[in-house]
């Protein structure tokens, strides 16, 4: 089986297996408790926090908050940071935030939604229109899920700021950690992130905040997560969270993932044939995603197709759960044309992908639209 959907999900690391297994059978504690065995666990978490921080974050100026998922996060930052006057976020943002977003609009907050360019970006000046004096929250995604377009987090987070000093900046970057090589200017407040895109375990993400920010709880209880978000700690998803982040970024890895997946985005491209595709995603976004559109296709029925002869990949809209729901939100503020919305597929990648692995992949892609497009004709 050739594994081309890591922007849904990536298979964890065997280390990071490893180690979980030890914290479930050997170290099953409560970091609340006040015996030693207890007291350990939570001088090894607040370690584990310190270190998928450290990644891409100063810990003098930042500090952590652990959730169950990015979207879990991606929620707290727009509940507890966008409270008042209106929230500025884009059309191109995953359900996480979107869905977030508009229900903050149903509870009395007025919900903004920036355009899109054609490669799924944010359109700068019409997000820099929507913010006001009454602006609490600007809500911007580091790296489109769907197209791999990146947004520069930094400069449109110091643009905001220079509109209005007040207006907090949160970024969803799920599909930017462990991946692109970058660092958090002062400029953005919160950071979403999580682990089961990089080679760590579902159940575990993260709210990266500025420390001198003063968050209202978003969930409450026992005060754990500084009083942030009370549960007690998935101490061997914190773990695996923290080997799979070092295992990503460690000896600058990241930078040397980053070219190596760029080949393979390269190679995939290459070989695909351009008369039965054209390429969704920009020339410089992220590496690890490859949108792509057949035209007079069914994405889910390549897919599917695919699927049969053990490629699997994704399609425009495969980060929700609801596989069914057609016509992208995204794609469709992309501009993308009837002709293509359907046949969106999406191929993304993981740094132990192989250019064996693509050029096989390649071959079923062209194989299985060209026999569909024949069947369909
Ligand atoms: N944000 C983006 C950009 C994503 O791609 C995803 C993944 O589906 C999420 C948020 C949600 O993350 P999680 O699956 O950890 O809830």
């Known amino acids: 089986m050739i594994y081309f959907d890591n922007a849904a999900t990536t298979k964890p690391e065997d280390s990071v297996l490893g180690l979980a297994a030890r914290y479930l059978k050997e170290q099953y504690y409560n970091p609340s408790a006040l015996y030693a065995e207890g007291y350990n666990l939570h001088l090894e978490l607040e370690e584990c926090r310190r270190s998928i921080l450290s990644h891409v974050a100063d810990a003098d100026d930042y500090s952590i908050i652990i959730t169950s998922c990015g979207t879990e996060a991606d929620n707290q930052a727009i509940f507890c940071g966008g409270r008042r006057g209106n929230i500025v976020t884009t059309m191109g943002e995953h359900a996480a935030v979107f869905a977030a977003a508009t229900e903050a609009g149903r509870r009395g907050v007025e919900a903004r939604f920036a355009q899109l360019n054609a490669d799924g970006s944010v359109n700068v000046e019409n997000l820099l229109s929507l913010v006001d004096g009454k602006t609490s929250l600007v809500s911007v995604m580091h ?9 520069d987090i930094n400069a449109i987070a110091g643009m905001v700021k220079a509109k209005n000093a007040r207006t907090l900046f949160h970024s969803d970057g799920v599909q930017a950690y462990g991946k692109l090589p970058f660092r958090l200017s002062g400029h953005v407040d919160m950071y979403s992130v999580s682990a089961h895109k990089i080679g760590g375990l579902k159940g575990t993400g993260a709210l990266i905040k500025k420390k001198k920010l003063v968050l209202q709880p978003f969930i409450w209880g026992g005060g754990q997560e500084s009083g942030l978000r009370s549960g007690t700690e998935n101490v061997y998803g914190i773990e ?7 295992e990503r970024y460690n000896y600058g890895r990241h930078e040397v993932n980053y070219n190596r ?16 595709f054209e390429r969704i995603s920009p020339g410089n976004g992220s590496p690890y995603i490859l949108t792509v559109a057949a035209r007079g296709v069914r994405g889910e029925t390549i897919l599917h197709m695919c699927n049969d002869r053990g490629l699997i990949i ?15 939100r995204v794609m469709q503020a992309c501009g993308i044309g009837q002709d293509m919305i359907d046949g969106v597929l999406r191929i993304s990648f993981n740094p132990h992908n192989t250019i064996e692995e693509v050029e096989e992949a390649a071959t079923i892609l062209n194989e299985v639209v060209e026999t569909d497009r024949e069947l369909t004709e």
């Open 240 to 246: 695996a969270f923290c080997a799979a982040a070092a």
């Open 261 to 276: 997946v760029r080949e393979l985005q390269a190679r995939m491209w290459e070989l695909l044939d351009k008369s039965l």
């Open 143 to 151: 790296v489109n899920n769907e197209t791999g377009a990146v947004n």
């Open 314 to 328: 994704g399609t425009g809209s495969a980060c929700s759960s609801n596989a069914s729901k057609r016509n992208s």
